[in-house]
């Protein structure tokens, strides 16, 4: 069967009795249908629930499953008998339509009901698509009627939540513009760091919208418009629950991507998921590098978190094509290629550790693999000294995550360290995250970027952590260079200041925060036949 049809044909069953395992009353809920609903009870910022975090090694075209990993480690926890609560990202319907397709997990382990999650689900990203146009409307409002800001050069642009590169550039009455993805969006970041609705209409007031003629900054508070931007946002603020095939409880909120802002579900959601739970399995996107290191450099740092354990996902076929064998042969054996790819496991492994978590590697098995390439996987982690597990919950759901469930439960607790500081200055920030953590031997900051730094120093912003921006696919800032490349030079193209979210951007190489759609992208291939969506995956 089709993920589709198994996630049609799961018994579900009606979240008020999913929502009834966390000890959640029907008074905390907000019904949107039978199995979808959002959760209004505060969390405890003190909740001391083991955290998990399920991340990669630099992703390939295949797909490496942390979400089906992620699913199936949850769904063995509470089949262990423990009090389990994943939390995820929400799909953005870009990827959706476009090539990577959708986010519930695959097989056996998914979340469901998948139609819903990966197409509008309760309307949150509408609502942040909203808020986010909401503001660049007054802000060429203010413009139209006289400039009473005296805004000389606007900084905040449009988003959409659909992949379309005809937005990269567009032109207004007025002036030039672009349009992100939302998932992009700032308002998109600062909602998955927001705390409550007060740092919420806090963050929002502290964007910056542009930069005046005296070279000041102008924020969104200066349009006095943060009602409106959190009456549109007080409803999606609200975490989601839904629940696996095997109906463990599932809080998706909050979408941003890994390669563009920090790639983690929001704060309100993992620490709902800690206030009910005692183990919580959560995720970060794409490779190690990006996703992770952004959860622990970032959100960990806003919302106060100690992650306990991280797992490591990779697959045969991203160790071979790591180790250079070309996608049309990436289903033939190849012990060489599958050993070369070795390095790039070792790196992210290496790098976690430097963050005093515990790390599991965890092969997601796939039909394709043979018992040799497997047990060449298995020996390298032996001989390296790495705990290792492999998880089939894709074919076998909690049954096939139990070894991976076993493993978690008998570590101790780690202990959580950050890369930088605070009070690193950005070049240092900079510097670590690319050479201690991407590899990098020179990066090289332009003057006018140093120009651009000098200004948020001038502006006390320079305390900020940073969000790098780079391609997924490498350790560098070349999508080509797969492997774990070494003594390679990255090139910082842009700062970017996003104040309300509460950290710097730094954009590397050509990275784009507006996607475009493929040759042959899946918005082809979706349909409805007799009342239900087909090939939507």
Do not use: W
Not at 184 to 207: H, P, Q, V, W, Y
Not at 320 to 327: D, I, N, P, R, T
Not at 457 to 481: G, H, M, R, W
């Amino acid at each position: 069967m089709t993920d589709i049809e198994i996630s049609r044909n799961s018994k579900k069953l009606h979240i008020s009795k999913v929502a009834k395992k966390l000890g959640l009353t029907n008074e905390e809920l907000e019904l949107y249908g039978d199995y979808k609903a959002k959760i209004r009870r505060p969390f405890d910022d003190n909740a001391e629930a083991k955290l998990i975090l399920v991340t990669a090694i630099s992703p390939t075209p295949f797909g490496e499953g942390k979400t089906t990993v992620s699913i199936g480690l949850g769904d063995a926890l509470k089949r262990l008998g423990k009090k389990t609560v994943i939390a995820l990202r929400e799909p953005s319907m870009g990827p959706v339509f476009g090539m990577k397709g959708g986010a519930t997990g695959g097989g056996y382990s998914q979340v469901v009901p998948m139609e819903d999650i990966n197409l509008h689900f309760t309307g949150d990203f509408h609502a942040i698509t909203s808020a986010n146009n909401l503001i660049c409307a007054a802000i060429d409002n203010n413009i139209y009627f006289g400039n009473s800001l005296d805004i000389k050069e606007v900084t905040f642009n449009r988003c959409l939540d659909v992949n379309d590169r005809a937005l990269r550039k567009v032109k207004l009455t007025n002036r030039e513009d672009s349009f992100s993805i939302s998932s992009a969006s700032e308002i998109m970041a600062l909602f998955c760091l927001a705390t409550s609705l007060d740092d919420l209409r806090k963050r929002l007031g502290n964007i910056v919208i542009g930069i005046n003629s005296k070279d000041e900054l102008v924020y969104v508070k200066d349009l006095k418009i943060e009602g409106s931007l959190v009456a549109l946002l007080k409803d999606a603020f609200l975490p989601n629950l839904v629940q696996t095939l095997e109906n463990t409880p599932t809080i998706i909120h909050g979408g941003p991507f890994a390669n563009i802002a920090h790639g983690c579900n929001s704060i309100v959601a993992t620490k709902t998921a800690m206030t009910l739970g005692d183990y919580v399995v959560t995720e970060a996107g794409f490779g190690a590098d990006l996703g992770a290191e952004k959860f622990f450099d970032i959100k960990c740092r806003v919302g106060k978190l100690k992650p306990n354990t991280v797992v490591l996902v990779s697959t045969i076929k991203a160790l071979k094509y790591h180790g250079g064998v070309s996608k049309d042969k990436i289903f033939e054996e190849n012990m060489d290629a599958l050993k070369r790819g070795f390095a790039n496991l070792d790196r992210h492994y290496n790098n976690l550790k430097k963050y005093g978590v515990n790390v599991i590697v965890c092969l997601n098995k796939f039909n394709t693999d043979t018992k040799e390439e497997i047990d060449v996987v298995k020996k390298h982690c032996e001989e390296k000294g790495y705990l290792f597990s492999m998880s089939e919950a894709y074919s076998l759901g909690s049954k096939g995550a139990l070894d991976l469930a076993h493993k978690v439960l008998e570590l101790p607790d780690g202990k959580f360290k950050f890369l930088y500081k605070n009070t690193d200055t950005v070049v240092e920030k900079i510097n670590k995250v690319c050479k201690e953590i991407y590899g990098a031997g020179k990066v090289n900051i332009s003057k006018e970027m140093l120009d651009k730094i000098a200004i948020l120093e001038k502006n006390k912003k320079a305390n900020l952590p940073i969000c790098v921006a780079k391609t997924q696919y490498s350790f560098s800032d070349d999508k080509d260079k797969y492997g774990a490349p070494v003594d390679f030079e990255v090139n910082v193209k842009d700062i970017r200041l996003y104040s309300g979210a509460g950290f710097i951007t730094v954009l590397l190489g050509d990275i784009m925060t507006m996607p475009g759609l493929s040759r042959k992208p899946n918005c082809e291939l979706i349909d409805v036949v007799d009342g239900e969506i087909v090939n939507l995956s």
